[in-house]
């Protein structure tokens, strides 16, 4: 068994021991009593004794005489998030990985760029940065085109292309998203030197048996089949990741991967067939365990209110009801008022503002029960983001097709959360 099998094993088991706390939603924590149904007692026992949250406390760590319980579960979570694993690597750390790999690292070893590249914000550029360098060098190994998987608006296409020189065929699904490239694209010729031409648009939708040879070679005929392709995407939503990283494995001209993923709710469960995690689960490796801890709160007035409002729904004779965003946030009532005329309940039947008022003040202690036990949630979040992660590694490492990969903590998690990346080459 590998490494990476051994660590999804060791996080499974975590998994299935909460699998209650992962698997639950706040909309229903005072209902259907989520704090005593989903906490082990010890840990629920000695979390009821405290006065604050610890969780939050910069200097909760020091503290195993005073909850031990809570020490084991986050001792528990430092050693099976992705965060400290001794299995991903970190940026910094990739020059050295490629130089074994046999791979130019000219490209690593310029400083990282300062400022917004063309026409992007901080974020975006400082991703884009990051992932083209890698793409870049990949490409460089074969001379090969670059193929953008879910492209957008082409910000990384169009860097990848005017940076480094290489044609790249930046394909999104989405319409919207190709129009928008497009119209970015003519904006950038407009300003000198922005704009390159070795970019071609195209709206596709991108799964395992897209013919990536067959539309490289149409809409960059000059080039050679013999330079192969590298594949990459920034951020690929969903079930793109998982159809990008089959497709690498089942193209031939495809020799190398760079992958940075998101959405983890839209992806089915999994690759290896190792893995099962429900949706609630995977929406919940979507939080950022680092900006939580540098949040005063973890909860927003939002899930506090929609808990209360799910007691009065009951009430009502009414379940399964979804209200949406946008309500007001300003007291619960109007709160209440609002989601209640927003499903469509009839005036007359809605409550009087004291009978509402008294509901949420006898249901006003649970907020802060809610905020640890969300709290917790979240930093069992950063264990089903390795899960997920882990799965699609060990189904590159079993497909036996790479000669190399890695998964690599590519960004900052404060600065971009989905901040894991896998590498790969045949």
Excluded at 51 to 64: L, R, T
Excluded at 252 to 261: E, R
Excluded at 276 to 287: D, E, G, I, P, T
């Amino acid at each position: 068994m590998s490494l990476f099998s051994e660590h999804l094993e060791k996080v499974a088991k975590v998994l299935a021991t909460y699998q209650s706390l992962v698997d639950s939603h706040l909309v229903d924590f005072i209902t259907e009593n989520l704090w005593d149904q989903c906490l082990p007692e010890s840990l629920r026992n000695e979390l009821e004794t405290l006065i604050s949250n610890p969780i939050i406390d910069a200097h909760w760590y020091g503290q195993e005489s005073a909850t031990p319980e809570l020490y084991k579960f986050y001792k528990l979570i430092d050693a099976l998030s992705l965060d400290k694993c001794n299995l991903v690597y970190d940026l910094r750390n990739i020059p050295d990985l490629f130089s074994e790999w046999g791979i130019d690292v000219e490209n690593l070893k310029s400083k990282n760029h300062k400022g917004r590249l063309e026409f992007m914000n901080e974020k975006k550029s400082y991703e884009v940065d990051i992932v083209a360098r890698i793409t870049s060098s990949l490409a460089k190994i074969h001379s090969s085109a670059v193929i953008d998987a879910g492209a957008g608006k082409g910000y990384l296409s169009q860097h990848i292309s005017k940076k480094y020189k290489i044609p790249v065929l930046a394909i999104d699904s989405s319409d919207i998203a190709h129009r928008g490239a497009i119209r970015r694209q003519n904006i950038l010729r407009k300003k000198p030197n922005q704009s390159s031409h070795l970019v071609h648009h195209l709206a596709q939708r991108i799964d395992e048996c897209t013919e990536f040879a067959e539309l490289a070679e149409k809409h960059f005929p000059t080039w050679s089949l013999s330079q192969n392709l590298t594949l990459t995407g920034l951020h690929t939503c969903g079930s793109l990741g998982h159809s990008v990283i089959k497709a690498f494995l089942k193209t031939d001209c495809i020799k190398s991967l760079c992958l940075v993923t998101c959405c983890y709710h839209l992806a089915e469960t999994s690759l290896s067939g190792k893995l099962n995690v429900s949706k609630n689960a995977k929406m919940l490796a979507q939080q950022s365990v680092q900006r939580s801890c540098q949040n005063e709160h973890s909860l927003s007035p939002t899930l506090h209110y929609r808990a209360v409002f799910q007691v009065l729904l009951h009430s009502l004779g009414m379940e399964d009801v979804k209200v949406g965003r946008g309500a007001p946030l300003d007291n619960f009532v109007t709160y209440a008022k609002w989601a209640l005329k927003k499903i469509g309940l009839d005036p007359k039947e809605i409550p009087a503002d004291n009978i509402i008022e008294e509901l949420y003040c006898s249901h006003e202690s649970f907020k802060a029960k809610m905020e640890l036990f969300q709290t917790l949630r979240i930093q069992l979040g950063s264990v089903v983001e390795s899960a997920i992660l882990l799965d699609r590694i060990i189904y590159l490492e079993e497909s036996n097709i790479c000669s190399n990969f890695a998964l690599v903590r590519l960004f900052d998690p404060l600065i971009s959360p989905r901040c894991y990346g896998i590498i790969a080459i045949k």
